[in-house]
Each structure stands twice: as structure tokens, then as C-alpha cells.
């Protein structure tokens, strides 16, 4: 039976938003009746502590016709909540409180949503005691696991939309993105109707939908020297300089970009040495075939093998195309390169390019 109350919150307003239009849709099953669905928004010049007062008279109010549904739709002010505080709205949040807490309504439905609602404090733990909690943040940049974090975010989304995409252009997607999940739901609507419905969605559809932003043109560098392709990757480089008015940062940013992308190919090498394979095909097999102790054992030598099974088999069979020599060869390399774009006066340009040129030629090494 589906929770009579929930608390849905975070800091990931978005999603916040498209959970609580779900959930009510579900709890309402589709109803507009206002003796079946009432959704109390803030008015204009209204205070937060106003919307509560309204809220909790719905609430202390029987429905007339079987159940009903309150939805708190985006409160402004969890913040506010204070224990010993007499302010105006946090007096009213523990009224909230109160009634949730010692006057549970079987025959009410209550959804509250908006950003921020205290783990710690005394609504949140009502909430989660007496009903369900759902949490949505944003996955940070600086978490090194941000870009997975996201990608899984855009695959619930594509699946709850019952949209397939193939993990080279969902890799692509997400660098993309970035982490603004305001725009999945959008870029997965344009996807469907490009792809006309049509399942997987490939990186070419991708790349047609979202393009010229510098995330898709970086990722088409960092993909051009993992297939070592001059043409493509010089190309990507002239669109990404032609419209950078800091250079120096751009340059920077690529040249880290493709140190990851070697220090992968590295880890690369060493997973497929260590658990004795020649065909990437068999790499998703095998990884799955060992113990629990020894998959974490290999996670923390080798933090690829967390990565999609797909990513990473396109991983392996790209590094493939470096020798072992190329590769501990570009990577000095990017940091000779980076030692020169903070130590002379050479255009940041020319570093980068002739960076490419000696990574990708068959003589660089």
C-alpha cells in the first residue's frame, strides 16, 4: 500500500519537482476535483508561515468523498525550522509537526516538497517515522564520482520513459549535461522525438541533438586520441579555440582531460595482465565470475572495473591502440605540456596542437 504521507526534498529542485508531480498523479490517481486534490502553492506576498496555516486546516479538514490529496507543493522554508524558535513559521512547522506526528489521517494523502528539509531536525524524522522520505540531490563537481552519479540519473529517467541508449552516447550525453539535471528530462523528450520512438538511441543521434557547447566538443577531442584520429581531433581543437576567450583554462582542461584518459588506458593494460585475457569481450564475464573479495580488491587497484561494462570493453580496445611504450609516453608528454603552458610564453594553441600531433602519430613514441 502506498505511504499516506511523504516528504520529498534535497537540493536537486528539479527532480524534487518531478517526483512530487508523480507521486501526487499516483496518490490522486489523476483527479482535479478540488474535494480530491488540493495543492497549496504559495501566493503572491504570502508568508511562508500563511501556507502552513492553510495547509494544516486541510489537513485537520475531513474529505467529503473518500480520500483526498494535500499537496504542500514547493514550501520556501524548511530553514526556518527551529525547535525553540518563536518565530511565526517555525511555530507553525511544529504544528506541522504535531499533526503528522499524533494525528495520522488514513483517509489523507500528503505530499510536501521543496528544497532543503533537514535531516536533523524534527519534520524530517516525523516524516520518515510516519510516511516515506525521498531524497534528491545534485551530483557535485568536485566529487570525483559525479559523472556517475549522473549517468544514473539520466538512465532512470531514459527508463521510466522506456528509452534505451547505447553507453558510448550516454557517456556523451552526461559530459554534456554536466551536472544540471533541469535539463535531462528535456534533452530525453528531443532524443524520443528525433529518434522517432526508435530504440537504442545511438551517439550519433546524440551528437545531432546536443552539439557546439564546448563539454560535446572537449568529448570529441578526448574521443579523437582515444581512436587516434588527427583530422577529428584537430578539428575539435580549432572549434574550441576559435571560441575561448580564456585559452590558457581551455588548455589546461583538455590537458587533464586526456591525462585521465591515458592513466585509463594504463589501468587498462594492467586488468587485462592481471586477470590474464586477450579479447575485452571476455572482460564482463570474468570480472563477474570472482569473489566479491577480489572484485573489491580490484576496484581499489584498478577503479575502472566499476565502470559500465560497456565503457569500459571500449576503454580496453582503445588503449590497444597505443603500445605500452606509446602510452607511459604520451602521458610525459601532457605533463611536459602542462610544464610549459604555466612556464613560457608559447601560444597556448600551438602546445596543445603540436601535443595532439606527436600523441597521435604512429612515431610519437
Not at 610549459?340 to 600531433?357: A, C, D, N, V
Request: aromatic letters at 8%.
Amino acid at each position: 500500500m502506498t505511504s499516506a504521507l511523504h516528504l520529498i526534498s534535497g537540493n536537486d529542485e528539479a527532480r524534487i519537482k518531478l517526483k512530487a508531480k508523480e507521486l501526487v498523479e499516483i496518490l490522486s490517481e489523476g483527479s482535479t476535483d478540488p474535494f480530491a486534490l488540493e495543492v497549496i502553492s504559495r501566493q503572491e506576498s504570502e508568508s511562508p508561515d500563511e501556507m502552513l496555516k492553510r495547509t494544516i486546516l486541510s489537513y485537520m479538514s475531513p474529505p467529503f468523498f473518500g480520500k483526498k490529496t494535500i499537496w504542500l507543493d514547493d514550501f520556501p522554508a524548511f530553514k526556518q525550522e527551529n525547535g525553540t524558535s518563536k518565530s511565526a513559521t517555525a511555530l507553525e512547522i511544529r504544528n506541522l509537526v504535531e499533526q503528522i506526528s499524533q494525528f495520522p489521517a488514513d483517509n489523507i494523502n500528503f505530499v510536501i516538497s521543496g528544497n532543503d528539509c533537514d535531516k536533523r531536525k524534527a519534520l524530517y524524522k516525523a516524516c520518515s517515522k510516519n510516511g516515506e522520505v525521498h531524497l534528491f540531490n545534485k551530483p557535485e563537481k568536485k566529487n570525483r564520482n559525479w559523472q556517475v552519479e549522473m549517468t544514473q540519473i539520466v538512465r532512470e529517467q531514459a527508463n521510466e520513459m522506456h528509452l534505451s541508449i547505447q553507453p558510448q552516447a550516454l557517456d556523451y550525453l552526461v559530459t554534456c549535461l554536466g551536472n544540471d539535471t533541469q535539463r535531462v528530462q528535456p534533452t530525453l523528450e528531443t532524443l524520443w522525438c528525433y529518434a522517432n520512438g526508435q530504440n537504442p538511441i545511438n551517439l550519433n543521434q546524440v551528437q545531432n541533438v546536443i552539439s557546439g557547447n564546448e563539454a560535446a566538443d572537449a568529448w570529441i577531442y578526448s574521443n579523437a586520441l582515444s581512436k587516434r584520429s588527427l583530422e577529428i581531433a584537430l578539428n575539435s581543437l580549432n572549434i574550441l579555440m576559435s571560441r575561448e576567450k580564456d585559452p590558457e583554462s581551455l588548455v589546461s582542461r583538455l590537458l587533464m582531460q586526456a591525462s585521465s584518459l591515458f592513466h585509463n588506458f594504463v589501468q587498462a593494460k594492467l586488468v587485462m595482465q592481471a586477470l590474464k585475457l586477450k579479447n575485452s569481450s571476455e572482460l564482463e564475464a570474468t570480472l563477474k565470475s570472482v569473489d566479491p573479495d577480489t572484485f573489491k580488491y580490484y576496484k581499489s587497484k584498478y577503479p575502472i572495473v566499476s565502470f559500465h561494462p560497456y565503457r569500459l570493453k571500449l576503454i580496453v580496445e582503445d588503449s590497444r591502440r597505443y603500445s605500452n611504450k606509446e602510452t607511459l609516453g604520451a602521458m610525459d608528454l601532457i605533463n611536459t605540456s602542462m610544464q610549459k603552458l604555466f612556464k613560457s610564453g608559447s601560444s597556448k594553441r600551438l602546445i596543445l596542437e603540436s601535443l595532439t600531433h606527436r600523441i597521435i602519430s604512429k612515431t610519437s613514441a
